[in-house]
């Protein structure tokens, strides 16, 4: 569009948690607008979550919020022409950005991982990000290093 911004669009919550963040994560997740075998695969990963998180004092959902906090990125490298050179300057990402970027990260490395059924692998990257670990967060750590490698070009900002 040239003119004006895309109005936002109002995500519905869903239906067992009635949180719109599920419903981004599930839409995110779903393949050939197959929304109820989404739902169906996140819900499938958080029971398999409780099962494996026992001893935590935790609802599966509270642990799958805490992981895509752990794996949220709060700055990222952008590349920047100055002067026939290409910088990558370092910028603060806006908080829309970081969820979207988080919930995409997840479901990469989650389809990247070796398992049975995508509920399986789905809950085994939440487990690891709950954890600061797995490929999701190494994603993350490997973005903040690259941006703190670049501080010296911050100001380029544009």
Known sequence: MRKSRPKKRILLPDPKFNDVLVTRFVNDLMVDGKKNLAFKVFYDALDI????????????LEIWKKALENITPAVEVKSRRVGGATFQVPMEIRPERKMSISIKNMILFARKRSGKSMADKLSAEIVAGFNEEGGAYKKKEDTHRMAEANRAFAHFRF
């Open 49 to 60: 979550v409780k099962a494996k998180t026992e001893k935590l004092e935790k609802s599966p």
